[in-house]
């Protein structure tokens, strides 16, 4: 399964759901199963690292994120993966508009995929880390149980 996370810019939750969903996977033994990548939809903060509020809150949880950078979304990455996963509703919207829609039904929002749908909280913008770290995990605890 090749999973890819989308946010806006790549430096805070799509960088934490991938890093989070690798150590979910390593944890169960299936790496061989799984490629897993994030990507943003603007091109705001492309070569930039993690934000360093995630990577000291990833490193709490014993996950390193070094050597991440962020890069954009392309259409190319529609047919490479066989799950985009958005954050918010206008990460899905700029998704459509990059990848030229979703013909194949693979986008959707990570935390559509638990019992409690809805958009993941941008820390960029609200400063509430820990809870976009709950989010995060959760959802990708629910999506590696969809497999």
């Given at each position: 399964m090749?999973?890819?996370?989308?946010?806006?810019?790549?430096?805070?939750?799509?960088?934490?759901?991938?890093?989070?969903?690798?150590?979910?996977?390593?944890?169960?033994?299936?790496?061989?199963?799984?490629?897993?990548?994030?990507?943003?939809?603007?091109?705001?903060?492309?070569?930039n690292?993690?934000?360093?509020?995630?990577?000291?809150?990833?490193?709490?949880?014993?996950?390193?994120?070094?050597?991440?950078?962020?890069?954009?979304?392309?259409?190319?990455?529609?047919?490479?993966?066989?799950?985009?996963?958005?954050?918010?509703?206008a990460?899905?919207?700029n998704?459509?508009?990059?990848?030229?829609?979703?013909?194949?039904?693979?986008?959707?929002?990570?935390?559509?995929?638990?019992?409690?749908?809805?958009?993941?909280?941008?820390?960029?913008?609200?400063?509430?880390?820990?809870?976009?770290?709950?989010?995060?995990?959760?959802?990708?605890?629910?999506l590696?149980?969809?497999?």
């Amino acid at each position: 399964m090749r999973i890819l996370f989308v946010c806006h810019g790549n430096i805070c939750r799509s960088p934490m759901a991938e890093f989070v969903m690798k150590k979910l996977v390593s944890d169960a033994g299936r790496e061989a199963e799984f490629v897993i990548a994030s990507a943003a939809t603007s091109t705001e903060e492309l070569g930039n690292p993690v934000y360093p509020p995630v990577r000291s809150l990833l490193k709490s949880h014993d996950i390193d994120c070094s050597g991440k950078s962020a890069r954009q979304l392309t259409r190319r990455d529609y047919g490479e993966y066989d799950l985009i996963i958005g954050m918010d509703n206008a990460n899905i919207r700029n998704i459509h508009r990059i990848c030229g829609g979703d013909p194949a039904g693979k986008v959707s929002r990570l935390l559509d995929h638990t019992d409690s749908p809805g958009e993941v909280a941008d820390p960029w913008y609200s400063g509430e880390f820990e809870t976009t770290w709950e989010e995060v995990n959760s959802g990708c605890q629910a999506l590696l149980a969809e497999f």
